[in-house]
């Protein structure tokens, strides 16, 4: 990043609740205290008419754009999409991002302190599900003092907090943009999720969630990411991006199990490098939320009335096979039936799921065209 | 142009003359750039009414309805960065196959459903016209006159199949799966029970994007037809009823 990022964030807490009156989950535990970690960007305008949550996906934080300070290397994950001039214009808009309940990135978790023994929760934790997470960053809004969103914008898990948003607070959403996403984990999302779990819970340092005081179940994390990695890529982006080029550059094969391919080297840094940042527990708990999650239409998961209010951009990438196209005609569909005014557009993209999150011009135009649109409509 | 047609943004009573070309509010360029047929249509919708307009391409004829009539419409487009624009300006628009696209609608979401010139390329028209008319009060259809003179005139002394502005294609390569002309439509929607409420005859010329409104001889000299129609029997709710008299222009030089 050479030249300073004009950008500046900084990464807030917000807790509510204690543990007698904490927040009463959709498994019918409490939970309490509550800390959510948040970062603004922008102002918010005397109307308060103007704020746009971001919702981030599985494994992501709060850092939605900008540096935290000059020796911050990384800005925040959607940092093409979000800024000064940018499709989402925080020059424009009050954007807030906030870490999910359950997650390690700053808000309450796994890995956070049980206030009943004084030590991490591991399993003690109770499942939280999309529905709970959302619940809590209502708590934050109305500690912001933001009546109603312009917008509810998010891709994957964040695209499921949005449609969350739309059925649980229809009245408190003027436009929703669910990017990637779906009303629903397909049995094959589940099985690899499934499968990322057990490659935690088989790591002999995972210790049934217990491991805090010791070594982290390393091992099981960075495979976990490894299936969770290949099913955010596509074919064609592997094929473009790897091929079965070497890593040898003699071209020999080395006839033992170092690794000879440039993906595998490519999976292990992925795996290595998420271990420093996420916490085992943390994927457990919110790959399971993933997978309870269920707002498909003929369950009634849509079937709020007050959802007919709400403006939808619904997008989809072509090359997407963990939240296929389908998913989200399913969506649109039912949108439709509900009398909403809904866009939709199938994005054609090479680089699978995780798509929406790379710099893409025709996102981006179709994007700051949308929100332009919820304004002037005014 | 009478005052009354001018305030409501029709075309005059018996359709002799341009669209309002000149009172056009908002981009009047663009707008003189939109192509003849859909600045006919454009000038029979009715200001604030709800709008589908299937094959919707760039969103030229949504964006200017939206702005000189406040209409609120909604787009059906398949290709994706016709699409993609569509939704830059900031249009409801989505990305499908009208076919399968216009199903989803409750009865009557909308006042007028727009197919223009894209019947020709329907596998089903009956199908598609009569879910056209449960989604949609009424429904306008425009599509090149096969019958016109040049066409007949190349089947009759070249013994070709006709190729023209409207219908550019060879028959090897074309996308109209469906040769129609006046005649044929209006007995068509005789069949299926379906009222033409009103209806003009253009000529085109310079790329489409200018033309003239025909008189006489439509189905010799007109290279679209443009009809407004609804369910046989329909109750008058709403939508047209103060359209001028679908008299005013029945076709009897054919």
Redesign the interface.
């Known amino acids: 990043m050479g030249t300073t990022h004009p950008l500046r964030v900084q990464k807030k807490f917000f807790t509510f609740g204690d543990l007698r009156d904490g927040m009463v989950l959709d498994c019918g535990a409490r939970l309490g205290p509550v800390t959510i970690a948040y970062e603004t960007l922008g102002n918010l305008r005397a109307e308060r008419n103007n704020a746009l949550l971001i919702l981030h996906a599985c494994t992501g934080d709060s850092h939605v754009a900008g540096v935290y300070d000059d020796a911050d290397e990384r800005p925040g994950w959607w940092d093409a999409m979000v800024g000064p001039g940018k499709p989402i214009d925080t020059r424009r808009y009050f954007v807030i991002c906030s870490n999910i309940l359950g997650s390690c990135m700053g808000s309450t978790g796994p890995s956070s302190i049980n206030p009943a023994t004084g030590k991490p929760y591991g399993l003690d934790f109770p499942m939280v599900t999309i529905r709970d997470m959302v619940r809590a960053q209502r708590r934050l809004l109305e500690h912001l003092g933001i009546p109603r969103l312009l917008a509810a914008i998010g891709g994957s898990v964040g695209g499921m907090q949005v449609l969350q948003w739309c059925a649980t607070y229809p009245e408190l959403v003027k436009a929703a943009i669910p990017l990637a996403t779906t009303t629903r984990h397909s049995a094959q999302a589940i099985a690899f999720n499934e499968v990322a779990r057990q490659a935690i819970m088989a790591d002999p340092l995972w210790r049934g969630g217990d491991y805090y005081q010791g070594e982290k179940p390393g091992l099981g994390l960075a495979l976990a990411r490894m299936i969770g990695h290949v099913t955010y890529l596509s074919d064609e982006s592997m094929r473009e991006k790897f091929g079965r080029r070497l890593l040898n550059e003699g071209g020999c094969f080395s006839f033992d199990f170092a690794g000879d391919f440039q993906v595998e080297s490519y999976l292990r840094y992925q795996g290595k490098k998420f271990v420093e940042r996420f916490d085992a527990n943390s994927l457990l708990y919110i790959t399971k939320a993933g997978d309870y999650f269920d707002l498909a239409p003929e369950n009634g998961g849509l079937d709020n009335p007050a959802i007919s209010g709400i403006r939808f951009l619904v997008i989809s990438f072509t090359s997407d096979w963990l939240y296929p196209t389908y998913q989200s005609r399913e969506l649109v569909s039912a949108l439709k039936k509900r009398g909403c005014d809904v866009s939709f557009c199938e994005i054609e993209a090479r680089w699978g799921h995780d798509a929406f999150l790379l710099p893409n011009a025709r996102l981006g135009d179709i994007i700051r065209g949308f929100l332009d649109g919820l304004e002037t409509e005014e | 142009m009478e005052t009354t047609a001018q305030q409501y943004g029709y075309a005059t009573r018996r359709d002799t003359g341009s669209p309002e070309v000149s009172k056009d509010a908002a981009g009047t360029s663009r707008y003189q750039l939109m192509r003849f047929d859909l600045r006919v249509i454009a000038s029979w919708i009715r200001p604030g009414c709800r709008v589908l307009d299937l094959g919707c391409g760039n969103g030229d004829l949504l964006d200017h309805l939206r702005k000189s009539k406040a209409v609120h419409g909604?787009g059906i487009e398949l290709d994706?960065?016709k699409?993609?624009?569509c939704?830059?300006?900031?249009?409801?628009?989505?990305?499908?196959d009208i076919n399968t696209e216009v199903r989803?609608?409750?009865t009557d979401?909308f006042d007028y459903v727009i197919l223009s010139q894209t019947l020709q390329q329907v596998r089903d028209p009956e199908t598609l016209l009569t879910h056209l008319l449960t989604v949609g009060r009424r429904v306008i259809v425009s599509f090149p006159n096969f019958s016109h003179w040049r066409n007949r005139l190349q089947l009759l002394f070249l013994g070709r199949a006709p190729v023209s502005r409207q219908l550019p294609y060879e028959w090897y390569d074309t996308p109209n799966i469906r040769v129609i002309t006046l005649t044929d439509f209006k007995r068509f929607l005789h069949r299926i029970h379906v009222t033409i409420v009103r209806q003009a005859a253009i000529n085109t010329h310079h790329h489409d994007e200018e033309g003239n409104i025909i008189r006489w001889g439509a189905g010799w000299r007109a290279t679209y037809g443009i009809l407004l129609i609804e369910k046989r029997g329909s109750d008058d709710r709403g939508a047209g009823s103060k359209e001028p008299a679908a008299a005013a222009l029945s076709q009897k030089g054919n």
Not at chain 2, 87 to 96: C, E, N, P, T
Request: proline share 5%.
């Open positions: 909604t994706e960065k699409a993609a624009a939704i830059a300006r900031g249009l409801s628009v989505l990305q499908g989803d609608y409750p979401s």
